[in-house]
């Protein structure tokens, strides 16, 4: 698979379970995103790295953890979660951050807590 | 910050007829404005885009729309094909980050 690779493709997990779910962008993109995607809501950013720092955390709780160890990978840490942050994780690189080019997103992470 | 809101949520047409979807943004800086299909069960992908130097962009059967003044944008399917049904998601920026409407689940009627 080419451009912005996620996994696992589904995850089900207890609330006291820790996961990580893993993002990776073959395109040599320098920004990087995570999005949360339920449904009948609009997509929820939650994090945004532009070479590997943070630069943006919309008011995410610290049971989501991200970690970007270099341009070409974004991980999201995940501990104690609730059953309503079960959604569709969606990884998006760009170019840049603060240039408008479309995102390219990953398949995502369908997650399940229980 | 920018609010998108879009409209309508479910939408059905025949196939063979002209499918819109309309969206408003709030943020007068907003000056980028993708639209994104996402199939079932497979990820959002970047259909075509505008910005705010230009009030039309045609490609093939789709085509998008910007009116600044009203701060509104649509995007326009013609001839729908089977093929098209699909969740569209518009968004606009103001250069920071995207900020998306809620949706549409456009289903084509064969």
């Known amino acids: 698979e080419t451009g912005v690779t996620q996994t696992p493709r589904h995850l089900v997990m207890g609330m006291t379970n820790k996961k990580s779910l893993k993002c990776e962008q073959h395109?040599?993109?320098?920004?990087m995103y995570w999005y949360k995607q339920s449904a009948k809501k609009p997509l929820e950013l939650m994090f945004v790295y532009s070479l590997e720092e943070r630069v943006e955390n919309n008011s995410v709780p610290s049971r989501f953890s991200p970690e970007c160890p270099n341009s070409s990978h974004l991980f999201l840490h995940l501990h104690t979660l609730q059953p309503e942050d079960s959604a569709l994780y969606l990884c998006?690189?760009?170019?840049?951050?603060?240039?408008?080019?479309?995102?390219?997103f990953g398949s995502g992470t369908r997650l399940t807590v229980v | 910050g920018e609010n998108v809101e879009q409209h309508p949520s479910t939408l059905s047409v025949q196939e063979g007829d002209s499918a819109v979807i309309k969206c408003t943004y709030s943020?007068?800086?907003?000056?980028?404005f993708p639209w994104y299909k996402q199939e079932l069960g497979k990820r959002p992908q970047l259909i075509i885009d505008?910005?705010?130097?230009?009030g039309e962009k045609k490609d093939q059967r789709i085509a998008v729309t910007l009116n600044k003044t009203a701060k509104h944008f649509s995007l326009h399917i013609t001839e729908t094909q089977p093929e098209d049904s699909a969740v569209y998601f518009c968004?606009?920026?103001?250069?920071?980050?995207?900020?998306f409407g809620t949706g549409t689940s456009l289903t084509v009627i064969p």
């Open positions: 505008i910005r705010s130097n230009v």
């Open positions: 998006a690189s760009s170019q840049a951050v603060g240039f408008n080019y479309g995102y390219t």
């Open positions: 395109l040599g993109h320098n920004a």
């Open positions: 968004a606009a920026s103001p250069g920071n980050q995207f900020y």
């Open positions: 943020d007068s800086a907003s000056n980028y």
